[in-house]
């Protein structure tokens, strides 16, 4: 009877090792993406290599992210905020705009979660029947002069830091607090960057919201 006791006792000690070991593994890593992201921007250190890295995991959209390689050191960029320790110094108001206007390229904006938004401009009437004009982002002369668009205005603040006050249009995103989903909207921004590459953005002014800006969007977001 005693030998059965401690047999029955030695297997119960072994199934809960057994589970213990289970519960304490790591999920494994979801599948991933990786390609090379050639980006020439004077102002990138030349030092870091950049990917792009999407996990098969649904929804694909909240699973993507820049890595950036550099020596033997990775950075994981999520964010606009995330990417200055692979910017060289900001030394100028060109060099401020370049870094905003990639931070919603196409090659960098579908991998940022806090950059949902487009700088728009003009639409431009092409110079011959050959000539194809993109319309994406583009606003109509009319509703340009009508919602009182302008260029992107760089200043330097007291501070150091260049501030840019742009034009964009953003794209379907929900709302944080209610999760409601808020339409297209063009919005007038503020961005600020230092001589770091150190960023941040500040909604200024909601223009306009149109179901024709739906027709600008190209969905890569």
Not at 1 to 13: D, E, F
């Given at each position: 009877?005693?030998?059965?006791?401690?047999?029955?006792?030695?297997?119960?000690?072994i199934c809960l090792g057994t589970a213990c070991a289970k519960t304490s593994e790591k999920p494994p890593k979801p599948m991933?993406?990786?390609r090379d992201l050639d980006v020439d921007s004077v102002f990138l250190d030349e030092s870091c290599d950049?990917?792009?890295?999407q996990e098969l995991t649904m929804p694909l959209a909240e699973h993507n992210y820049l890595l950036a390689k550099c020596g033997q050191k990775e950075t994981v960029i999520r964010k606009a905020t995330e990417f200055?320790?692979?910017?060289?110094?900001?030394t100028s108001a060109d060099d401020a705009l370049e870094l905003v206007r990639l931070f919603t390229s196409q090659a960098i904006r579908p991998f940022l979660q806090d950059v949902y938004y487009n700088e728009v401009h003009k639409e431009v009437e092409p110079e011959s029947e050959d000539e194809i004009v993109e319309p994406w982002f583009a606003l109509s002369p009319e509703q340009y002069e009508e919602w009182k668009v302008q260029a992107p205005v760089v200043t330097q603040?007291?501070?150091g830091r260049y501030k840019i006050e742009r034009f964009v249009v953003s794209y379907p995103r929900k709302e944080e607090e209610h999760g409601e989903l808020i339409p297209p909207q063009l919005l007038k921004i503020r961005e600020w960057v230092d001589a770091e590459g150190k960023y941040s953005m500040e909604l200024q002014e909601v223009v306009a919201e149109d179901e024709g800006l739906q027709n600008i969007l190209l969905f890569t977001k």
């Open positions: 009877m005693m030998m059965r006791g401690i047999i029955l006792l030695t297997l119960s000690v991933q993406q990786v950049l990917f792009a890295v200055f320790p692979i910017v060289r110094e900001i603040e007291e501070d």
